[in-house]
Nanobody, 126 residues
Framework: QVQLVESGGGLVQPGGSLRLSCAGSGFDLRYYRIGWFRQAPGKEREGVTCISNSDGSTYYADSVKGRFTISRDNARNTFYLQMNGLTPEDTAGYYC???????????????????WGQGTQVTVSS
């Protein structure tokens, strides 16, 4: 079955960097749309960045453009979220997700993803 295991969260000072990893098993990453999502206390889960499996297009939320980068290593069946220039507003639980749905529609909409990692906490504070 599809499994996703996240790692890399933690506490970082404002302006710092973190890299999150999402290791997949039970499926071939090449044929799945992939995404990173986050959820802060009292807020809805939101799409941070996602890659389509239909044409490889990438979405970034406006709040992270220029600071966050999504990447993938198909050979390792793993994808990553590099986060630079972190601010306290980036504090949240971060979740990776995948889905075989091959369309750009709703690329970074949480309800369009059927498989989720367990989440990892990112806290940005001095």
């Amino acid at each position: 079955q599809v499994q996703l295991v996240e790692s890399g969260g933690g506490l970082v000072q404002p302006g710092g960097s973190l890299r999150l990893s999402c290791a997949g098993s039970g499926f071939d990453l090449r044929y799945y749309r992939i995404g990173w999502f986050r959820q802060a206390p009292g807020k809805e889960r939101e799409g941070v960045t996602c890659i389509s499996n239909s044409d490889g297009s990438t979405y970034y939320a406006d709040s992270v453009k220029g600071r966050f980068t999504i990447s993938r290593d198909n050979a390792r069946n793993t994808f990553y979220l590099q986060m630079n220039g972190l601010t306290p507003e980036d504090t949240a639980g971060y979740y990776c997700a995948v889905d075989p749905l091959a369309t750009k529609q709703g690329l970074c909409t949480p309800r369009r993803y059927g498989y989720w990692g367990q989440g990892t906490q990112v806290t940005v504070s001095s």
